[in-house]
C-alpha cells in the first residue's frame, strides 16, 4: 500500500508539473522566478544570520540579504536610495535580458546547424570519391566491394545520397559493413532525382556515379529519372569525368536508360545478365563460382598491364609470360577489348595486356615457356554435344529470356520441360516463348513446384539439368497489353525465395532418395537466402543483387571492363568453360599448369584455372583454382576439369 501511495504521489505531482509547462511561457516564467526566490531568500537569510561579522542590527542583516540575494540571481544588489536601487535593479534585469538572448540565438543557431548536418543537408567537398545515389539492399555489397577496391589506397570516400534518414543510413552500414578500412563512408538525405540536392554529393568532382535500381513497381523509372538528373546537375557534360554505371531490372527499360545515360554511361539489364548467367551455369556446372572469385575484389580479377618488352610479339607468347597472373586478352588504344584474341596476333606499342592477377602489382613478367612438358599433352578431338532434357521449375519475367538463351546454346532435339503455377504456364508463357525456336522443344505444365507429389511425379533424377527460378505472383495484366513509355518492374517477392527454399528441401531429398547427385543452378534475389540454401557445398546459385552489386563496381573502378562483361554473358563471343582436363593433359600424369596453358594455346584457348572433382564439396573455394602459379605441379585426373576462355 505504501508503494502504491508513493507511485501515485510521484504521478500526481508530475501531472501538476505537465500542466503548469502547459500554461504558456509568461506562466513558466512566473512559476520559476517564484521558485527561484522561494529557495535564495531563504538560503540567503541564513547565510547572513550564521555569519559571525553580519550587521549587529535587523534592518543591516536585511541590508545584507539584500546585497546577497542581488549577487545570486545577477541583479546588482545596490544599496542607496530606492530609486538608485529600482535603476540599478533595471539595468541588472536589462543586461539579463540581452545576454540571455544572446546566448539563446546562438544556441539555437548551433542547433540548427547539429540538426542540418544530422539530417545530410550539407554539402560533400571532395575529390576523386565515389557516389551511390540510391537504396536498396544492393547498397551493402556494393559499399563492401569499394571498400576492398580501396584498400590500398590512402585516402578514399564514398558518398551515399538517398531518400532516408542520414544516421539511419550510417547505422544500417554501420551493422552491415563491419570493416571500412581507410574508406570514409559519407551518407547524405536527398531525393536523387532532383538536380539541386544532387549537387550535395558533388558529382562534378567525383570519379564514378552508381545508380542502384530500387525496389518496388517504379525502381526503373527511377533509376532513368536519376540519370536525367544527373546530366542537369553537370550540364553539358553529363557526370563531368565520372564513371556513370547504372542498373535496371526489366530488360524492355534497358533501351531507355542507355538513352537517358548517354553514350557515356553503362547500363547494365539485371533481366539479361541473370538468364545468360543461369543458362551458362545450367550448361557448365561450377561456373557460378568462377565467376564469383573473378567478379570478388578479394579474389582474382582482371588487370590491364602494359608490358613493353613483348611489344611485337604474338598474344600465345604472352600466355607462358606471366608466372603467376593469367593472359586473357589486349586492351586497345581505342578503348576497345579484344578477349582470348588469335595466338598470332602481334601486340601493339599502345596495346595493354588484360590480365587475370591478384592485384594491379603482382602482374610480373616471368617466362615460364621451359616448364611445358610436350610429352604431356593430349591432343583430343572436339566433343560432339547431344541432345539433352531439362527442366526448368517456375516462372517469372526472367523465364522467357532464360528459354531464349537456352535455345542458343543447346544442341537441336533438346527438351525443356517447365513447371509453373497455371496463370503461368497457360498464359503468359507460351506466348512469349513461341517466337524464333530453332533447337530447343518447350512443354509446360501445370503445378506448384513447392508440392512434393508435383515434383515426385516430374522423376527429377532423369533429367540432365534443372533450373530452378523465384516463382512469384502471376500478373495482373496480360502480356500482350501495350507497353507504357516507362513499363513497370515487378520485383520478385519476398516470398519468392521462400518458395524456392522449399523447392530445394524437396529436391535434395529427392536426391538423397535416388542416390544421385542433382545438376540443379538456382535463381535467388537475396544473398542471405543462398546462406538458408538445403544444397550441398558448391552448388551453383545465381544471386542477382549480388551479381549486379559486384558488376557495378568492376565497372566503376575498370571502365573497359563494360566490354569484357557484355561479350562474356552472350552467346556469341568468347565465354569462360569448365572443359575436362584429360581432353588437355595426361590424366593421372603430375604436370606444370604451364603445360596446360600451352594445350589450351593450341585450340586457340586461354587456360586460366582448373577444378578438382574430388574437392568439389569442400569448402571454401570448392576445388576451384583460378590463377594458379604456372610452375605449380598438377596431377589431374578425368573427372577434373580445366577453365578455359574460348569462343561459344
Partial sequence: MAQQHTTSLRLRLRYRFDHL??????????????????????????????????????????????????????????????????????????ALLFVSTLVSLITTGINRRIMSLRLGHSTVLETGHTVVLGWSDQVFPVIGELVAANANQRRSAIAVLAPQDKVWMEDEISTRVRDSGRTRIICRNGSTTDPTELCRVSPRTAKALLVLPPTGDTGDAQVVKTLLALD???????????????????????????????????????????????????????????????????????YPVTAEDLVGRTFGEALLSFATSSAVGLLHADGSVTLNPDPGAVIGPADRIV???????????????????????????????????????????????????LDQYVSPGTTLDVVALGEYAGGYGPQAVAAARSRLEVTFHHGDITAPLILAKLDVPSYDGVIVIGETEPAAAASDAPLPLLAPVTDPEARADDRTLVTLLHLRAIGDAAQRELALTTEMSEDGNRLLAPARGGADFIVSGRLISLLMTQISES??????????????????????????????????????????????????????RARSATGPDYGVRINPDKRQRVRFREEDWLIVLAES
Fill in 559 to 612: 571502365p573497359y571492363l563494360a566490354e569484357v562483361f557484355e561479350e562474356l554473358f552472350t552467346a556469341q563471343g568468347h565465354e569462360f568453360h569448365l572443359k575436362p582436363a584429360g581432353d588437355y593433359v595426361r590424366a593421372g600424369q603430375e604436370v606444370s599448369f604451364a603445360t596446360a596453358v600451352e594445350s589450351a594455346r593450341r585450340r586457340r584457348e586461354c587456360a586460366v584455372g582448373y577444378r578438382l
Fill in 232 to 302: 542537369a546537375a553537370v550540364p553539358g557534360s553529363g557526370a563531368g569525368d565520372a564513371v556513370v554505371v547504372a542498373a535496371v531490372r526489366d530488360s524492355r527499360n534497358h533501351m531507355t536508360a542507355k538513352l537517358a545515360a548517354g553514350p557515356a554511361g553503362h547500363v547494365l539489364c539485371v533481366d539479361d545478365i541473370v538468364a545468360r548467367l543461369l543458362v551458362q551455369t545450367a550448361r557448365q556446372p561450377g561456373l557460378s563460382l568462377v565467376y564469383s572469385e573473378l567478379l570478388d575484389f578479394e579474389g582474382d580479377e582482371f
Fill in 355 to 405: 590480365v587475370i592477377s591478384r592485384d594491379d602489382d603482382t602482374a610480373v613478367r616471368a617466362d615460364v615457356a621451359s616448364h611445358v612438358e610436350e610429352a604431356a599433352i593430349v591432343t583430343a578431338g572436339p566433343r560432339t554435344s547431344q541432345a539433352e532434357r531439362l527442366l526448368l521449375l517456375g516462372w517469372n519475367r526472367r523465364a522467357p529470356l532464360v528459354i531464349e538463351q
Fill in 21 to 94: 509547462v502547459s500554461g504558456g511561457t509568461t506562466a513558466l516564467i512566473g512559476w520559476l522566478a517564484l521558485a527561484c526566490l522561494a529557495v535564495v531568500v531563504p538560503a540567503s537569510a541564513v547565510l547572513v544570520w550564521s555569519d559571525r561579522a553580519a550587521p549587529a542590527t535587523l534592518s543591516g542583516r536585511l541590508t545584507a540579504v539584500w546585497v546577497s540575494v542581488g549577487q545570486t540571481l545577477k541583479i546588482g544588489g545596490a544599496v542607496g536610495s530606492p530609486l538608485y536601487v529600482l535603476a540599478s535593479v533595471s539595468l541588472a534585469l536589462v
